[in-house]
């Protein structure tokens, strides 16, 4: 790795940087950003005045050699961390682990319970790690750049979202190898209660949506918020239910969803958090950008219960 440059500045983003930010992304991306809003100047100066956005930049003699956002989900008081692009020219200098670092402070300061990110390669699997990060699962296709792409799903609770949480009554998901380890690395209180009626529960993917059901004409893909059938979907869809619900996650595994994810304490209600299982179906098979993450990604499966 490069010896951080004195010369690069970690800054809140402000409107100024806008056409900077777009600029960086057009570059790193060469115009396949999955997000075409992130390419838009007006976009940009908008959101990084909204508070539901936790944008910083790295700057150097001026110019924008970084980006990272962080978007908030006040339904559950949730942060995505993510959309992380460094200047080429800056590659291998800790420019992304500066700027991930002041937007874990930023979130956590601010009461932020729980933070989340889709890693895409193994440099930021690293860098999640270093935040505090736990593997939770993975994302086989929810986005696609050249192809689709698997990511792996970083997660982090601050202790209050760990004192918030209540396990569902004996359920024998929580037997998955996946599952002990994570609440192993999340030493996460035993008690355990009854859980709300719902089944299914607003998504991580966009993390801002609260409506039925979501869909990213760019991606081809469907998030759902609320299940009432299924959905004819072109490339992916995915649901989030509460851990509780083992009859409807099972009738989903049979309707060839796929386990994904464990997603502790994610649902928010009355003061209390609740556990939930991340399910995903892929019509086409995604590819990992960054080839040295698949092994993490088998390993995943195994300690869910699949087969690599």
């Known amino acids: 790795m490069k010896e951080v440059s004195v010369d690069v500045g970690v800054v809140r983003a402000a409107p100024a940087h806008a056409e ?29 005045q909204d508070s539901r ?24 008081n949730s942060c995505e961390l993510g959309k ?40 930021m699997t690293k860098i999640a790690r270093h935040d505090g990060l736990v593997l939770v699962g993975y994302l ?10 698997i990511h792996l799903l970083g997660y982090r609770l601050s202790d209050e979202a760990r004192r918030k949480r209540v396990a569902p009554l004996k359920n024998h998901l929580y037997d998955l190898p996946g599952f002990q380890r994570i609440c192993a690395e ?12 719902e089944v299914v529960v607003n998504p991580g993917l966009c993390a801002n949506a609260e409506v039925g059901v979501l869909y990213h004409p760019f991606d081809k893909s469907w998030v759902v918020t609320r299940w009432d059938g299924v959905l004819d979907v072109p490339e992916y869809i995915e649901l989030t239910v509460l851990a509780d619900k083992v009859d409807e996650i099972d009738k989903l595994v049979h309707a060839e ?27 086409r098979r995604p590819l990992a950008s960054d080839r040295s993450i698949q092994p993490l ?12």
Request: glycine share 10%; proline share 5%.
């Open 257 to 283: 969803f796929e386990q994904v994810a464990f997603l502790p304490a994610w649902y928010e209600r009355d003061g209390k958090r609740y556990d939930c299982i991340r399910l995903a179906r892929a019509l």
């Open 84 to 123: 992380t692009v460094v200047d080429p020219g800056e590659a291998g200098a800790g420019v992304a682990k500066q700027m991930c670092a002041r937007m874990r402070d930023s979130a956590l300061e601010e009461g932020v319970e729980v933070l989340w990110g889709a890693l895409r390669n193994e440099q």
């Open 186 to 197: 999340f030493a996460l209180p035993v008690a355990q209660g009854e859980y709300p009626k």
């Open 20 to 48: 900077g930010i777009a600029a960086l992304y057009e570059k790193v991306y060469a115009g396949k950003y999955p997000l075409a809003e992130f390419q838009d100047p007006r976009f940009i100066a908008g959101a990084v």
């Open 53 to 76: 956005y936790k944008w910083f930049v790295a700057q150097k003699g001026g110019a924008v050699v970084g980006s990272t956002v962080g978007v908030v989900a006040p339904w559950n």
């Open 297 to 308: 990604m088998y390993a995943l499966r195994r300690d869910f219960g699949l087969q690599s």
């Open 140 to 149: 086989p296709g929810a986005h696609r750049v050249e192809n689709r792409e």
